[in-house]
C-alpha cells in the first residue's frame, strides 16, 4: 500500500489542515501519513484556542521513524501546507527531496500558505521569507489562493488572464489559483505550461475554514489516480463547492466533512472550461 505524506496543521476540533486532507483522500482510497506543524485544539479564527508549535527536531524525527520503516520508499506525494517557522519549512523541503530519492514518481503539492486577500500575510516573517525559494518553487503540484499567487508572482491579479500569467512565472507543472474574482462568480484555474481550464462557482458568505486545504488534497488525490488535470480540477472545486454549501445551509462554522462525505465522490459537476492565455 503506498501513502501521502501530510504535513500541515492538526486541530483537535474541526477539519482544517490534516483534519481536512487526511479524511478526504482516505475516503479516495489514499493511505495518509500525516504530521502536524501545529496541534491547536481548534481553527483559531473561532476565537478562543489552545494549542501549541510543533518543534521542527520533532517533526523530524517522526519522519525518520517512517524512513527506517522503509515507508518514504513507498510514498507517492508529499503534500504541505501550514507551517509556524521557518525550520519547520524546511522540515518539509527536506522529507519532499528524502521522498523523491526513494520513491521514483513522487510528487510534491505545495500549498504555499502565506495569507489572504482579506488578512494579509498571516504567518511569520521567516516564513514568508523561506517558503517561496526553498518549498513552493520545487514543487510539481502548486496551489495559491489570490493573496499568495500574487506574492509569489510579484504581480497584479484581477482576473482570468492576469491569475494565468501569474502563474507562468512561477515555472510549475501544474498551478492551481483559487479565489479568482471572474465576474460575479469565483474562478478556480488550473494552469498548465500549455493549457489552462477554469471551473466557476457561487461566491458563498461565510464559508468555513479549510477550504483551500481541502481543495489541494482532493486535487493532488485525483491526479495521483489518474485523473487528467481539466477533469481532477472540476471534481475538486465541485466536492468543495457542494461542502461549502451543505455547511453553510446547516448553519455549521466548520465543514460538514463527515456528515455529507458522500459528495467527496459524488458531487454534480460544476462546468469546467479550457481557457487560453490572451
Request: glycine share 8%.
Amino acid at each position: 500500500m503506498h501513502g501521502i505524506l501530510s504535513l500541515q496543521s492538526e486541530v483537535v476540533y474541526g477539519h482544517v489542515g490534516n483534519g481536512a486532507a487526511r479524511f478526504a483522500l482516505q475516503r479516495l482510497g489514499f493511505e495518509v501519513w500525516a504530521v502536524p506543524t501545529v496541534l491547536y485544539s481548534n481553527h483559531p479564527g473561532h476565537g478562543d484556542f489552545s494549542g501549541e508549535t510543533m518543534a521542527a527536531k520533532d517533526m523530524t524525527g517522526l519522519i525518520d521513524a517512517l524512513d527506517r520503516q522503509g515507508h518514504l520508499a513507498r510514498c507517492q506525494a508529499v503534500l504541505t501546507g501550514y507551517a509556524r517557522t521557518a525550520a519547520q519549512v524546511d522540515v518539509m523541503a527536506d522529507a519532499a527531496a528524502r521522498v523523491k530519492t526513494q520513491s521514483p514518481g513522487a510528487v510534491l503539492c505545495c500549498d504555499p500558505v502565506l495569507g489572504d486577500t482579506h488578512t494579509g500575510t498571516y504567518v511569520p516573517l521567516d516564513v514568508a521569507t523561506v517558503l517561496p525559494k526553498s518549498l513552493a518553487s520545487k514543487a510539481d503540484l502548486l496551489m495559491p489562493n489570490l493573496f499568495e499567487l500574487e506574492t509569489l508572482s510579484g504581480i497584479a491579479v484581477t482576473d482570468a488572464e492576469t491569475a494565468i500569467g501569474a502563474a507562468h512565472l512561477l515555472n510549475c507543472p501544474v498551478v492551481v489559483c483559487t479565489s479568482i474574482p471572474y465576474q460575479d462568480k469565483l474562478a478556480t484555474i488550473a494552469v498548465t505550461p500549455e493549457n489552462a481550464w477554469m471551473v466557476l462557482s457561487d461566491w458563498v458568505d461565510k464559508a468555513p475554514h479549510g477550504v483551500g486545504d481541502l481543495t489541494s488534497a482532493l486535487f493532488l488525490g485525483h491526479r495521483l489516480k489518474g485523473v487528467e488535470v481539466p477533469s481532477a480540477l472540476q471534481q475538486a472545486v465541485s466536492t468543495v463547492f457542494a461542502l461549502v454549501q451543505a455547511s453553510v445551509a446547516a448553519g455549521s462554522n466548520e465543514l460538514l466533512l463527515i456528515e455529507r462525505q458522500d459528495l467527496i465522490e459524488h458531487a454534480p459537476l460544476l462546468a469546467v472550461t479550457e481557457i487560453s492565455r490572451i
